[in-house]
């Protein structure tokens, strides 16, 4: 059985007008440089994590160096955003198949298939998002605000952030490549934080 999809599912997350309110909070969770690093409490449950996932990544990402890199972004990036990493894993997997410079037909791009537009509402014109940290940054961002629009239904947002409200096959989707490709062994402790996910739909 094949690890990941043959395809991706690249999205599209849809212009919605934010409020100033919602515009300064976005563009503070995006404007910080902070370095990523893992956000665990310690160093031992860290290396275990990446441990398991780093295997499961190889044949997309063989670069070892990279592949590390790649992990510890995702952990701090979806951590700090509030997101279970193995979520944010599954996530990129159906928007991108892990492809760094993917463009959708509709310009979505990078890792998690971010829309330029963001860039003008939350951000500044020279952003790139196919920097590995920034389209992490902007992705986690963006689905946090829609978590909180839907007050943490997840299958609602994975749907905004898609661009398929109230259709199940995206959601569906992700939701499935979590929980086949990405989640965490019981021996690691915090390795996600819980949110509300209706079952298929």
């Known amino acids: 059985m094949a690890l990941f999809a043959s395809s991706a599912w690249a999205g599209t997350q849809t212009y919605t007008p934010l409020s100033a309110s ?35 990544l190889k044949k997309r990402l063989p670069d070892e160096n990279y592949r590390t890199d790649f992990l510890n972004t995702v952990h701090y990036e979806a951590t700090r955003a509030g997101l279970d990493p193995q979520l944010v894993l599954g996530l990129i997997e159906v928007e991108s198949g892990f492809k760094k410079y993917a463009v959708s037909s509709v310009g979505a ?12 509402e939350i951000g500044t014109s020279e952003d790139n998002l196919f920097h590995l940290r920034l389209n992490l940054r902007y992705g986690c961002t963006i689905l946090r605000h829609y978590l909180d629009i839907e007050k943490g239904d997840l299958y609602r947002a994975l749907g905004r952030y898609n661009g ?7 959601p569906n989707m992700v939701r499935a490549a979590w929980h086949s490709h990405w989640i965490a062994s019981n021996r690691i402790a915090g390795n996600g934080l819980p949110v509300k996910i209706a079952d298929a739909r």
């Open 22 to 56: 919602v515009r300064a909070v976005l563009q503070r969770s995006v404007s910080d440089q902070a370095a990523p690093r893992l956000a665990f409490a310690s160093e031992q449950e860290a290396a275990l994590w990446l441990a398991e996932m780093s295997p499961r």
């Open 164 to 170: 398929s409200l109230g259709r199940p096959e995206y």
């Open 109 to 120: 791009r990078g890792y998690m298939q971010v829309m330029p537009f963001w860039t003008k």
